[in-house]
């Protein structure tokens, strides 16, 4: 069965950087890409970015360019989710999801697995 | 950027009531890439709808969606106590994904 299995919770102080993991098991790692997300306390949720194993990139929402970088070890089937210069407003929590196809271009795709969550905590 | 909007904010409704959750997007979009959300206190999501009226696997056929162009529902037939919780509509368009605010579904 597939699992996202995440890292721990992190407290950071504003202006740090912080590197969450998820590790995939139960399906071919490079058969499918990886996304994270995340969900505010009380709010909605927010699409981070994708990382494409296969391709060997990585598309990032405009709103997080220059302060996410994502990177994956295939080997180890796992996905890092690292973001910079946090303030305040990145307290969320942290997740990755797999979709349940490849190419959303040409299928009806919707997030079918999730992680637990990793929740990131900024404060002074 | 598409925006989705969710309505109501909150519904307050009785177990075995029929619930009917609005999700409406700024411009016309692909009916295709248009998915619905359940989510709990402290657990991720969980898909329900894809495709504005596939039902995920797993979910049973009390709930469905529909819809097309730039307004889409989720009904929820009958309410079981399981069902009261937050719901989402999320939307895929080339390589960014948008998400609605959300729409409680609490007992009345």
């Known amino acids: 069965q597939v699992q996202l299995v995440q890292s721990g919770a992190e407290v950071k102080k504003p202006g740090a950087s912080v590197k969450v993991s998820c590790k995939a098991s139960g399906y071919t790692f490079t058969n499918y890409y990886l996304h994270w997300l995340r969900q505010a306390p009380g709010q909605g949720l927010e699409w981070m970015g994708i990382?494409?194993?296969?391709?060997?990139?990585?598309d990032y929402s405009q709103k997080f360019q220059g302060r996410v970088t994502m990177t994956w070890d295939t080997s180890t089937t796992t996905v890092y989710m690292e973001l910079s210069s946090l303030r305040s407003e990145d307290t969320a929590v942290y997740y990755c999801a797999r979709t349940n196809a490849l190419y959303c271009s040409t299928s009806k795709c919707y997030f079918e697995y999730w992680g637990l969550g990793t929740l990131v905590t900024v404060s002074s | 950027d598409i925006v989705l909007t969710q309505s109501p904010g909150t519904l307050s409704l009785s177990p075995g009531e029929r619930a009917t959750l609005s999700c409406r997007a700024s411009q016309s979009v692909n009916s295709n890439y248009l998915a619905w959300y359940q989510q709990k206190p402290g657990q991720a999501p969980r898909a329900l709808i894809y495709g504005a009226s596939s039902r995920a696997t797993g979910i049973p056929d009390r709930f469905s969606g529909g819809g097309s162009g730039t307004d889409f529902t989720l009904t929820i037939s009958r309410l079981e106590p399981e069902d009261f919780a937050v719901y989402f509509c999320?939307?895929?368009?080339?390589?960014?994904?948008?998400f609605g605010h959300g729409t409680k579904v609490e007992i009345k």
């Open positions: 990382i494409k194993p296969s391709l060997g990139s990585t």
């Open positions: 999320q939307h895929y368009d080339t390589s960014e994904w948008t």
